[in-house]
């Protein structure tokens, strides 16, 4: 069955800081690929996602990921953080049948 | 104009009562979907549409029920709402390429 596994529930990094979230994934075939972000009180936002092609995908707000297919996962990255990228942010896998499948999330702080 | 709209966005309620969460959509996709998102839990699926004649459960419908008016509004029903039904309700819809469009939320309390 598919799944999502985002192993780090809370992190904390400081402004001006790089940021990476970490993401499995399982699935049979070749899959679709999604992060989303949601500001408190808000709804989710796509950042960036993945179906085919260059396993580097630039999204919206800076940031990154990388499809890994030995390693199942698809790593969300960004080079240097602000207050304002504080929020939740989920992983998300095409299931293969109109569905999409989400990881628990990870909720990311940001020091001053 | 936001694509996925949500009424109410906020609700208190009491148990044994019947609650109607709308969703509607401008977006022109077939596919509608109804989230309920919980602390530490992420996004479970509840029910799901691929058009107005089909209606799917998801991995939570028990307590649930929905309706597909048109192609534009998907409406998921409490008919007999609980405490543990407290949470963040998310609409959203899909088009060709499995990326979704959501919906800013319903905050249902059910005391």
């Known amino acids: 069955a598919q799944s999502v596994t985002q192993p780090d529930i809370h992190i904390t990094v400081s402004e001006g800081a790089s940021l990476e979230l970490r993401c499995n994934y399982s699935y049979g075939a070749t899959p679709y690929l999604f992060w989303y972000v949601q500001s408190p009180g808000q709804g989710l936002q796509l950042l960036l996602k993945y179906f085919s092609g260059d396993t580097l995908v630039q999204g919206i707000k800076g940031f990154e990921a990388e499809f890994k297919r030995s390693q199942s996962s698809f790593n969300l990255r960004k080079p240097s953080v602000h207050w304002s990228d504080a929020a939740e942010y989920f992983c998300?896998?095409?299931?293969?049948?109109?569905?999409?499948?989400f990881g628990k999330g990870t909720r990311l702080h940001i020091l001053p | 104009d936001a694509d996925v709209t949500q009424t109410p966005r906020n609700r208190i309620t009491k148990t044994g009562k019947r609650i109607m969460l709308e969703c509607s959509q401008t977006k022109g996709h077939d596919r509608m979907y109804w989230y309920r998102q919980d602390p530490g839990l992420g996004l479970r699926l509840i029910y799901y549409s691929f058009d107005v004649k089909d209606i799917n459960k998801g991995e939570i419908s028990d307590g649930y029920s929905v309706s597909r008016q048109a192609q534009a509004k998907f409406s998921l029903s409490l008919e007999s709402a609980i405490p543990n039904q407290t949470a963040l309700y998310f609409c959203?819809?899909?088009?060709?390429?499995?990326?979704?469009?959501f919906g800013p939320g319903t905050r249902l309390t059910v005391l």
């Open positions: 959203a819809t899909t088009g060709d390429t499995d990326t979704q469009y």
């Open positions: 998300a896998v095409g299931a293969g049948d109109d569905k999409i499948i």
